[in-house]
């Protein structure tokens, strides 16, 4: 089955303790991308990678790291986290970069950070 | 910077109404309109999607418009049922591949 594999689904830690959000796909998507969704926000983008070893940063990615060694795993990395980071995120992911395809969601991680 | 804005921001209408939620979007070079539905705890799902050479796309009760003179794009659905309640997203993107989301409308469907 195609899809987008996020781990864990829900985190509670404490500031500053380094923490990893896994984001795995099936699909050979090149491009993955990762949101942040808050209320009355909407979705914003942090990081997206159009290939292996390209990344780039979104429009909120301030405390956040990505890495995109392989082309089905894109995890987002945070080293320091503060309160402000409390939010739910989605792994996204699609097929070839500049043909408008679709972007499949993750089923979302919860994080809160106390 | 790019920009997109989505009204109304909350929705009710009854079981068998027609609703439309609108979109506006800043960049002219935006070229690829998705609508994604997010029920509650679950994850964005895409519904429809429209490109720029197209007016409008139906699909059964759902139907997308786009005017490119004024940059802005419309959700219908028609028929509304109580499983139709969810959060949906518009959304832009062109040439670069970046999606900008507007802030979403709760839909909520009375039966």
């Known amino acids: 089955e195609a899809q987008v594999t996020q781990n864990p689904r829900y985190l509670i830690t404490v500031t500053g303790k380094k923490l990893t959000v896994t984001c795995s796909q099936n699909m050979n998507h090149e491009y993955m991308s990762w949101y942040r969704q808050d209320p009355g926000l909407g979705l914003r983008q942090i990081y997206y990678?159009?290939?292996?070893?390209?990344?780039d940063k979104g429009d909120v990615p301030e405390g956040y790291k990505v890495s995109r060694k392989e082309k089905r795993n894109f995890p987002l990395i945070l080293e320091s986290p503060s309160p402000n980071q409390t939010s739910l995120y989605f792994c996204a992911s699609k097929q070839n970069r500049g043909l408008n395809q679709p972007q499949h969601f993750g089923d979302g991680t919860r994080l809160s950070i106390l | 910077g790019e920009n997109v804005e989505q009204h109304p921001s909350t929705l009710s209408v009854q079981e068998g109404d027609s609703a439309v939620i609108k979109c506006t979007y800043s960049?002219?070079?935006?070229?690829?309109f998705p609508w994604y539905k997010q029920e509650l705890g679950k994850r964005p799902q895409l519904i429809i999607d429209i490109r720029s050479n197209v007016g409008e796309k139906k699909d059964q009760r759902i139907a997308v418009t786009l005017n490119k003179t004024a940059k802005h794009f419309s959700l219908h659905i028609t028929e509304t049922q109580p499983e139709d309640s969810a959060v949906y997203f518009c959304a832009a993107s062109g040439n670069t591949d970046k999606l900008i989301f507007g802030t979403g409308t709760r839909l909520q469907v009375f039966p």
């Open positions: 960049d002219s070079a935006s070229n690829y």
């Open positions: 990678s159009m290939n292996v070893e390209v990344t």
